[in-house]
């Protein structure tokens, strides 16, 4: 960094407004006081006693220099119009539509919005999880089913997942194959195929029409319409699969369900597939909100996050995450699936899309869709072109000679169009929303070569939709009030702003959850989002196209790699889950391809995020779990070396996260890398916690073989209401063969796909990559100091009232700290989810409650929280203590007093008669911030068991629930 004495006081005056200093929240003046407070003279000298010397080195990170805002968003422009935006008409499940302008605007680009984290404080995110209740009900009645979730990640790791669930539901112990059309989509084969190996599933690929359902099968899977566009009526096929006990799995396009027969209605037992199509911009891949829906006999067996009806402490009806049993954070290697962050803010909008347009617009649309696709195959027709002969919906298979192809491709490419060419020669167009008659005019004479002797309005008048009766839909849906009301723009925005406003996101406080820092999503790193060049490519559009992407990823990955000292990074894993199964599964294939594919043991410490042990579980491993100890919550190195070496013959990793997940630097970390290895194993680092490491210390360099990086925790992507994420791998040199492809055709010895698009979540990258390039390598590593230090600042100031439960070297915590609340529960029967709920009272949210250890609270604050709201927050916490104090001395009711009620909506406050034993001002304004701004839960506590015994997981039904 520039010597800031050396230069003119202008530009010191102007470096004080940089970007690096408007991300940080604490400014020299406050860095001082809380290091005064802390006892230490200077930032570093803080650092060097938090930060064992051992895995520390001199660390000069090779990154370009910090840009401000405009120069990095002027250098960011050039790169995106590296990308050439074509009309795409490829298809295979990626679509271009029409992001309605309020939509993107007051979602998309709201930080209302997108700065909001995973609905678990149920009473503060009523909003989302209103929206999500929608999507649910959207995508059931679409599908035809009886309940879907939230969201998963994509359609090919959505396929997976059904193909997982089957495979767990078939009663049949022997059956171990998995049918699939030879017809879906070819990433999501690709992503089958990965996730298949290690399971030891058999994965049979093939025509529906011929293939022979044997008793081997448990489970198959159909694209609808197929990937060439073709539209079968599976029912007999279905009805075959049931005969031997399998379970059928449809992989849907949602828009054309508008039309067609729903899966549901055709037998299927679980469909899946993308909401892309609906308002989200194809941005070369995702992020995508997926969907998976299924009958409710299954409601236990689904993956991923489902929303609930429930009830809150007035009686009224209230929205929650229903059925958590199912989920990685509680039942660990047991659970259904590794899913953690999902897709909400793209399920958001999805389900936004569903109601401002109504069955009845969705339906418009698909017609339209399916009526240009028609003609265009009419007038190809006349052309003398060969087209499909099974019923289409969007998209159409042209039989062409390779030769033909190629001119055409030639010309398609001169006009600025992208179509798919299939390997047999023959090219595939699909349809979509944004489709006009020109388009299909132009077409015709791309095919033609030739003058076209008719056109696209002479062809319509002689048109009628034709559709054969056994795959036309005949059942409404979407006659909920809610896809009925908001057709005007005034409307819908107001329907937006009142969820929204329910919401408590980081525009109202800090969110100082522990393990997800929730820091600045700064605008700048946002808005290159929304460009075109970035959301209008499809992410199998030819690569001379996509070298503004090409420059982003490698650039990225490059960054990435040199932070964490690894020599290759895979940017594909759509969230720290996807990174733990990929990080898992490189590792799996070095020890298979050195002759030991027997290793399969992993162990991992007892703390570990639940998405560990899931992660382990589908990679084919068995977990052994590690002992933690010691009034730091360290690993049991005696225990690990034990286990390491009692399968030293079958190791295959360990999994830990660093610092761990009781936020502090373990000091045994190099060894216990070299233990793993002196017995066989490689180390997987869950790197969740990059934000205390960034600039000081890395992964790499201490032994650690793999490791995932959350760009929605580190790397300022925000966390959407609970996604989208990335969680990127970086591995060591030995490793970097195996990292996912990003080829379809690449036929090397990597692990395969596992993600249905090439670079994952390709266009929520820019925010990193503006992140990165904004705070330069000083910028970095300052940001991991200040974290570090509000950490410490808040472990100091509360723990006089609730005790600090680790600490690691010279008494300090990490970039976080766990406080223990255990004893209130003796003392004044409260819980830490009381307290959590009386934060939202003092406005703000509550930190991560109960992990990794039950009764406490995990809290980080993050680099970008100013010394006020850290001191505000402490006050809230430390107000909180005395409140409970009172409850000690016998001065307030154990049963009812503040925190026990809380959270206090306004109706309850102000409506019907106050018998409370403590006033009204107590309950909603306790503390004097509150007087300038109030934020108010919209539902009294929620009671969660009662809804998962009255399970309701869409809006149907939902005005009765309340009066049950
Ligand atoms: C957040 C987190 C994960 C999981 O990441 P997702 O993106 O939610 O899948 C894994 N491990 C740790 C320690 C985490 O904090």
């Not at 070369?284 to 969907?291: D, F, L, Q, V």
């Not at 580190?714 to 990003?742: D, E, M, Q, R, S």
């Not at 406490?856 to 709201?869: A, C, K, Q």
Request: glycine share 8%; proline share 5%.
């Amino acid at each position: 960094m520039v010597n800031l004495q050396q230069l003119p006081t202008l530009t010191r005056t102007l470096e004080n407004f940089s970007f690096v200093q408007r991300h940080l929240g604490i400014r020299d003046k406050a860095a001082a006081h809380m290091l005064a407070f802390l006892g230490y003279g200077s930032l570093d000298e803080l650092i060097d006693q938090a930060i064992p010397v051992k895995i520390r080195q001199p660390l000069d990170l090779d990154l370009p220099a910090a840009q401000s805002e405009q120069e990095a968003l002027q250098a960011f422009w050039a790169i995106a119009q590296k990308n050439q935006v074509y009309k795409n008409f490829i298809g295979m499940g990626y679509y271009d539509c029409v992001t309605p302008p309020v939509i993107q605007r007051n979602i998309l680009e709201n930080p209302g919005w997108y700065t909001a984290y995973t609905p678990y404080q149920a009473e503060i995110a009523q909003g989302r999880l209103e929206a999500l209740l929608n999507f649910q009900t959207m995508i059931v009645e679409l599908t035809g089913l009886e309940i879907a979730n939230a969201s998963l990640l994509d359609e090919g790791t959505a396929a997976a997942e059904a193909m997982a669930m089957s495979y767990g539901l078939c009663k049949k112990k022997q059956a171990n194959t998995f049918f699939v059309s030879e017809l879906c989509h070819p990433q999501t084969i690709e992503v089958i195929k990965t996730r298949a190996i290690p399971l030891n599933i058999k994965v049979a690929i093939a025509d529906h029409r011929t293939f022979e359902i044997t008793d081997d099968v448990f489970g198959v899977l159909l694209q609808y319409p197929a990937t060439d566009g073709s539209i079968f009526d599976y029912r007999d096929f279905i009805q075959k699969a049931h005969g031997q006990q399998a379970i059928a799995t449809v992989a849907a396009d949602l828009l054309s369900l508008c039309l067609l027969t729903p899966p549901g209605e055709m037998g299927a037992d679980i469909a899946v597939g993308t909401s892309q199509r609906f308002g989200v911009p194809l941005g070369y891949g995702g992020p995508h909100a997926a969907y998976f829906a299924t009958k409710a006999e299954y409601q236990r067996q689904i993956p991923g996050r489902i929303v609930g009806v429930s009830r809150d402490s007035q009686g009224q009806p209230a929205l929650r995450l229903a059925l958590q049993t199912r989920e990685q954070h509680i039942r660990r290697d047991k659970a259904t699936s590794n899913i953690c962050t999902a897709q909400v803010l793209l399920a958001v909008m999805a389900a936004m899309y569903g109601v401002y347009h109504g069955a009845e617009g969705l339906k418009a649309i698909a017609a339209q869709v399916q009526q240009q696709t028609q003609i265009l195959a009419m007038g190809l027709d006349k052309l003398g072109f060969v087209v499909n002969r099974e019923p289409i919906f969007d998209t159409i298979k042209v039989q062409t000679t390779a030769e033909q192809a190629q001119a055409i491709r030639q010309r398609a490419e001169a006009q600025g169009y992208n179509f798919r060419y299939f390997t047999d020669g023959s090219i595939g167009i699909s349809c979509d929303e944004t489709t006009v008659a020109s388009n299909i005019e132009t077409i015709w004479a791309i095919f033609s070569a030739a003058e076209v002797p008719f056109t696209q309005a002479q062809l319509v008048q002689n048109f009628v939709l034709n559709l054969p009766a056994n795959i036309t839909r005949t059942s409404d849906f979407l006659t909920d009030p809610v896809f009925n009301r908001y057709r005007s723009e005034t409307e819908l925005l107001r329907y937006i702003h009142q969820l929204q406003s329910k919401d408590l996101s980081l525009t109202t406080s800090m969110i100082p959850l522990g393990s997800c820092t929730m820091k600045l999503n700064a605008t700048a790193e946002m808005m290159p989002v929304t460009w075109a060049n970035f959301g209008k490519i499809h992410p199998f559009a030819p690569r001379s196209q996509t070298k503004g992407y090409q420059q982003m990823c490698d650039q990225l990955e490059h960054w990435l790699a040199e932070i964490t000292g690894f020599a290759g990074v895979s940017l594909q894993p759509n969230a720290g889950s996807q990174g733990e199964y990929a990080g898992l599964q490189v590792i799996r294939q070095y020890h298979i391809k050195r002759g030991e594919a027997h290793r399969n043991i992993c162990l991992i410490p007892e703390s570990a995020h639940g998405t560990n042990p899931a992660s382990a579980v589908m990679c084919g491993f068995k977990v052994i779990p590690i002992k933690c100890c010691n009034s730091q919550g360290d690993i049991e190195i005696e225990d690990l070396r034990a286990k390491a070496e009692k399968y030293q013959d079958n190791l295959a990793a360990l999994m830990v996260t660093y610092p761990s997940t009781h936020g502090v630097f373990e000091v045994g970390i190099k060894d216990i890398c070299q233990i793993i290895h002196d017995n066989g194993g490689q180390v997987y680092l869950d790197g969740a916690n990059m934000n205390a490491m960034v600039g000081i210390c890395r992964p790499g360099d201490f032994g650690a073989d793999v490791c995932h990086l959350n760009l929605h925790k580190t790397f300022c992507i925000p966390h959407g209401g609970g996604g989208p994420g990335v969680g990127p791998i970086g591995v060591a040199a030995h490793l970097v063969p195996y990292l996912p492809k990003t080829e379809l055709e690449d036929k090397a010895d990597n692990i395969g796909f596992i993600s249905a698009a090439p670079y994952g979540s390709a266009s929520i990258l820019p925010i990193s990559w503006m992140y990165i390039a904004m705070m330069g390598a000083a910028g970095l590593t300052k940001a991991t100091k200040v974290a570090i230090l509000s950490a410490n600042y808040i472990a100091k100031r509360l723990d006089d009232h609730y005790p600090v439960l680790f600490k690691g070297m010279n008494g300090c915590v990490a970039h976080e700290c766990i406080i223990d609340l255990r004893d209130l529960r003796k003392s004044a029967d409260v819980t830490v989810e009381d307290v959590a709920k009386r934060l939202m009272d003092y406005g703000f949210h509550a930190p991560t409650i109960s992990w990794p250890v039950a009764g406490t609270m995990m809290i980080e604050p993050t680099e970008s929280e100013s010394l006020e709201e850290l001191d505000r927050f402490c006050e809230a916490m430390i107000a909180i203590r005395n409140e409970i104090r009172q409850i000690e001395r016998g001065e307030m009711s154990k049963e009812d007093n503040p925190v026990k009620n809380a959270p206090h909506t306004a109706e309850s406050v102000i409506c019907g008669e106050w018998t409370h034993p403590y006033s009204r001002e107590v309950a909603a304004y306790p503390a004097p911030w509150l007087k300038q701004h109030k934020f108010w839960a919209t539902v009294g506590r929620i009671d969660n068991a009662y809804g998962d015994r009255n399970l309701v997981c869409s809006c149907v039904g939902m005005e009765a629930y309340g009066e049950g």
